[in-house]
């Protein structure tokens, strides 16, 4: 009965009685960064739902104000107005909303689902562009650090690990094979219906890991305490058990701490 009622690991320990390890239970924050259609999205929300987390997406933040601009015109083949981008941040309301059918949490902006125009292929074309900007920058990592104020939060992106949660208590930082990533988007996006070639759809992976990797604000990299997960040759249950192993690493570890000094189990409960 605890057990179910609690979702974070601390729970399913057979070290301490249940109810006091609810009572001390930790809800810890994990970061997931990597190159683009990794897979991040999925092993996150999967991770989520396993521990009873919050999943949150940060890149479907990048995208909205992306789409926003492209339906604006401000973003016309592909070239913009800084200071225009910069205006529309003032008039952007954005929110998750889980939808039960998709077993997963829908992207809203002022109030609209977009979650299946923000996936389409010119966001993905000028999406690195726009998150190059300092000020579009400062206000996703305002929101995602609110998001994820209270732990318990799965966050993908990346800069998460290295910008938004350096003290993330577990990051992975996630790579693939460059055609077997383009594969497995050319599969995703055509099952939704759009019409995309696997050349067109692996230069955008290209440009964007390039763009995301050498831009000045945050660009992506490993952090130094992050692992590294190449899901080349990983299925979707392989690559969520090997997580799970290290947050039950994490869990005996803290476990160890615990036992020599009880005091700090209590503290970081006042922490989370
Ligand atoms: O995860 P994604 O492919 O949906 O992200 C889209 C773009 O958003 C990505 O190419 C770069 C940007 N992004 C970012 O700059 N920082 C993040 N934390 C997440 C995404």
Redesign the pocket.
Request: glycine share 6%; net charge neutral.
């Given at each position: 009965m605890i057990k179910k009622s609690c979702p974070a690991f601390f729970c399913t320990s057979g070290y301490l009685p249940n109810f006091y390890l609810c009572l001390v239970m930790t809800k810890i924050t994990i970061a997931i960064?990597g190159y683009?259609?990794c897979g991040?999205?999925t092993l996150a929300r999967s991770l989520a739902a396993k521990l009873g987390y919050n999943y949150v997406?940060?890149?479907?933040?990048?995208?909205c104000v992306t789409y926003d601009c492209l339906r604006k015109g401000i973003i016309k083949d592909g070239k913009f107005m800084r200071e225009e981008v910069v205006k529309v941040l003032d008039t952007i309301h954005l929110s998750f909303v889980y939808n039960p059918s998709a077993k997963a949490s829908d992207t809203y902006l002022n109030g609209e689902n977009v979650e299946k125009q923000i996936r389409q292929m010119d966001v993905?074309r000028n999406?690195?562009h726009i998150?190059v900007i300092k000020e579009v920058?400062e206000m996703?990592a305002k929101l995602?650090r609110a998001m994820g104020k209270d732990k318990g939060v799965v966050m993908?992106?990346?800069?998460?690990g290295t910008n938004?949660f350096p003290d993330a208590e577990l990051k992975i930082f996630m790579t693939a094979d460059t055609d077997i990533r383009t594969q497995r988007r050319v599969d995703e996006l055509t099952a939704k219906g759009n019409h995309v070639t696997f050349e067109e759809v692996k230069k955008n992976l290209l440009s964007?890991d390039y763009?995301?990797s050498h831009r000045e604000e945050?660009p992506?990299r490993k952090a130094d305490d992050a692992v590294v997960l190449d899901n080349s040759d990983l299925n979707r249950d392989e690559q969520l058990e090997f997580v799970l192993k290290l947050v039950e690493d994490l869990k005996l570890l803290k476990k160890e701490e615990e036992k020599v000094s009880p005091q700090g189990a209590v503290k970081s409960t006042k922490d989370a």
């Amino acid at each position: 009965m605890i057990k179910k009622s609690c979702p974070a690991f601390f729970c399913t320990s057979g070290y301490l009685p249940n109810f006091y390890l609810c009572l001390v239970m930790t809800k810890i924050t994990i970061a997931i960064d990597g190159y683009s259609s990794c897979g991040k999205s999925t092993l996150a929300r999967s991770l989520a739902a396993k521990l009873g987390y919050n999943y949150v997406d940060s890149g479907a933040m990048y995208r909205c104000v992306t789409y926003d601009c492209l339906r604006k015109g401000i973003i016309k083949d592909g070239k913009f107005m800084r200071e225009e981008v910069v205006k529309v941040l003032d008039t952007i309301h954005l929110s998750f909303v889980y939808n039960p059918s998709a077993k997963a949490s829908d992207t809203y902006l002022n109030g609209e689902n977009v979650e299946k125009q923000i996936r389409q292929m010119d966001v993905s074309r000028n999406v690195s562009h726009i998150s190059v900007i300092k000020e579009v920058r400062e206000m996703m990592a305002k929101l995602q650090r609110a998001m994820g104020k209270d732990k318990g939060v799965v966050m993908d992106g990346r800069d998460i690990g290295t910008n938004i949660f350096p003290d993330a208590e577990l990051k992975i930082f996630m790579t693939a094979d460059t055609d077997i990533r383009t594969q497995r988007r050319v599969d995703e996006l055509t099952a939704k219906g759009n019409h995309v070639t696997f050349e067109e759809v692996k230069k955008n992976l290209l440009s964007r890991d390039y763009e995301d990797s050498h831009r000045e604000e945050n660009p992506l990299r490993k952090a130094d305490d992050a692992v590294v997960l190449d899901n080349s040759d990983l299925n979707r249950d392989e690559q969520l058990e090997f997580v799970l192993k290290l947050v039950e690493d994490l869990k005996l570890l803290k476990k160890e701490e615990e036992k020599v000094s009880p005091q700090g189990a209590v503290k970081s409960t006042k922490d989370a």
